[in-house]
């Protein structure tokens, strides 16, 4: 079994290694090539032949490796390195590089949905989200702030939330789901493929990463209290949102960054209109006993049909 292993060395403060990851994959009988995401070549080498691509490193690696093999028939294996590892988290992948390893050849493949964002600027793939609002702005600032790591990081990113919230002002977007008009003034809209995202925050619990479609979560302002004080300790209850299933949304982006992922885009001189859709599917090696390709994940059958709200 060929093995192409994608690394960030300095995800996870470095802590894991080249030799690591090689001697994880020669545990597991699997004949294993390396590269480094931080040096040049990384894209070309992707595209040799494989068996599996095995990705170590935080969200923002793990998504442009998962974008990356958006049409091939790939699968992706994760070992998380990152601060809030909100790809493996809702997925079901946790552990340590030597225990996932063994996963890869007994695991079973699950679903995961690859987004697509496109405007005036451009467009762009995506895992875990799109959105306009408060999350999207402390994004823009994360480089101006201090760099913490592991818990200290999330709990940071969360305080730094919370104090966007309280400022943040109510803006038509002239919403559509699937061409339908969703009326309100918003303080933040999020399109969610996956539970989780920013720092380690379960935004839409009922997510399906895997199931075709996407969720919208919109915080108005009357929500605005409520969401701040479940950012105090977002671990103890689910998030008082509402969400919309959906798979084509449209949106007026008139002010503020546009977050893509990790990434954002600066606020445009004058409003532009963003659709965000599904690109495509890849699949991805999680632990389990498992009965091989399911081709369907755990969470979907709690979806159900159509829309629904939660909280």
């Not at 060929?2 to 090689?22: C, E, F, W």
């Not at 990705?55 to 998380?80: E, H, Y």
């Not at 939330?161 to 061409?179: S, V």
């Not at 479940?230 to 949304?249: C, F, M, N, S, Y």
């Amino acid at each position: 079994m060929r093995v192409t292993i994608m690394h960030n060395p300095s995800a996870g403060k470095g802590q894991v290694k080249k030799r690591d990851l090689l001697a994880a994959c020669k545990l597991a009988g699997l004949s294993a090539s390396y590269y480094s995401t931080k040096t040049g070549g990384w894209k070309k080498a992707l595209r040799k032949r494989a068996d599996l691509v095995v990705v170590a490193g935080g969200d923002g690696t793990v998504s442009k490796i998962a974008c990356q093999l958006l049409g091939r028939d790939v699968p992706l294996a994760i070992v998380p390195l990152g601060n809030a590892n909100n790809i493996a988290r809702s997925v079901g992948i946790a552990g340590t590089v030597h225990e996932l390893a063994e996963s890869w050849t007994h695991g079973h493949k699950r679903p995961l949905d690859i987004g697509l964002a496109f405007g005036a600027w451009g467009s762009r793939k995506f895992v875990e989200a799109v959105g306009v609002g408060p999350l999207a702005s402390i994004i823009e600032n994360d480089e101006e702030s201090d760099k913490k790591h592991g818990a200290d990081n999330l709990r940071q990113g969360r305080k730094e939330l919370r104090q966007a919230f309280k400022k943040a002002e109510p803006l038509d977007y002239r919403l559509t789901l699937d061409g339908k008009p969703v009326t309100a003034k918003f303080v933040a809209v999020e399109i969610a493929n996956i539970p989780y995202t920013g720092p380690g925050l379960e935004l839409a619990p009922k997510s399906d990463p895997g199931n075709g479609a996407l969720n919208v979560v919109c915080v108005r302002a009357a929500d605005r209290d409520k969401v701040v004080a479940w950012l105090e300790a977002p671990h103890e209850k689910r998030a008082p949102l509402r969400t919309k299933l959906g798979h084509k949304v449209s949106f007026r982006w008139q002010r503020g960054p546009l977050r893509i992922d990790d990434g954002v885009i600066p606020a445009p001189k004058d409003p532009e209109q963003v659709t965000v859709e599904l690109a495509g599917t890849i699949n991805v090696i999680v632990p389990g006993k498992g009965d091989g390709d399911t081709g369907k994940s755990n969470t979907s059958k709690a979806n159900g049909k159509g829309s629904k709200a939660h909280g």
